[in-house]
């Protein structure tokens, strides 16, 4: 069975500064990962996604996430926070190695808050 | 380019009363189809999934059914809805099983 933490209920970090989410997942074989926003009352919107090759992907609005096969992490990152920012973000794996229908883990989600 | 349309945006409904919920997806053929159900603005709860016309999989029990009655509109129903039917409803969409699209969602409180 396959899974998908984030550990951090809420992030906290200062405008400017540099942001990281966290995510960690659980999968039989290699798997596919992604990264949603949600802003309130609106839909999820896709933001990137690891599925082979380089282990820092480049997604929308200037994130990032590095996949790291040894630690199982999937973590988002961005340089310099904006206010814009602040939003809900959700990790999500799939196991393409499972046959059939591939049902996507959704984790629990991040509340980020960017403080001005 | 493809886009996704829900509605409606928000409703209310008493409690023992149907429900309808309708997706629909435009610039793509043969999507597959999800129905997602978000509560108190957390985690999302698989609740359909659809891989063509009248293919429907049911991820849990519950009060609700869903309905594939062309190639892209997905229909979410309840014959009689309950307290606990309350949520955010999202319906989304994929190619080949990678990203998911999602809608922008339907409120439904039920009271």
């Known amino acids: 069975a396959q899974s998908v933490a984030q550990p951090e209920d809420q992030v906290n970090v200062a405008e400017g500064n540099p942001l990281t989410v966290k995510c960690t997942y659980s999968?039989?074989?290699?798997?596919?990962l992604f990264w949603y926003v949600q802003y309130p009352n609106r839909g999820l919107q896709f933001l990137l996604k690891?599925?082979?090759?380089?282990?820092l992907v480049k997604g929308s609005y200037g994130f990032e996430a590095e996949f790291n096969k040894s630690q199982t992490s999937f973590h988002l990152k961005k340089p310099s926070a904006l206010v814009s920012d602040s939003a809900l973000y959700f990790c999500?794996?799939?196991?393409?190695?499972?046959?059939?229908?591939?049902?996507?883990?959704f984790g629990t989600g991040t509340k980020l808050q960017v403080i001005p | 380019s493809q886009t996704i349309h829900q509605w409606p945006a928000t409703l209310v409904q008493p409690v023992g009363s149907p429900l309808s919920l309708e997706c629909t997806v435009e610039?793509?053929?043969?999507?597959?189809l999800y129905w997602y159900r978000q509560a108190a603005g957390r985690g999302l709860q698989l609740l359909f999934y659809?891989?063509?016309?009248?293919?429907i999989s049911s991820e849990v029990p519950q009060n609700l059914s869903a309905s594939r009655p062309q190639d892209r509109q997905f229909i979410l129903s309840s014959k009689k809805l309950l307290l606990s039917d309350s949520g955010f409803y999202l319906c989304?969409?994929?190619?080949?099983?990678?990203?998911?699209?999602f809608g922008p969602g339907t409120r439904l409180t039920v009271l």
């Open positions: 989304a969409w994929t190619e080949q099983y990678n990203e998911q699209f």
């Open positions: 999968v039989s074989g290699n798997p596919y």
């Open positions: 690891y599925i082979t090759g380089d282990n």
């Open positions: 999500a794996v799939r196991d393409p190695n499972s046959g059939g229908y591939q049902k996507v883990t």
């Open positions: 610039g793509t053929s043969n999507p597959n």
């Open positions: 659809s891989v063509g016309i009248g293919q």
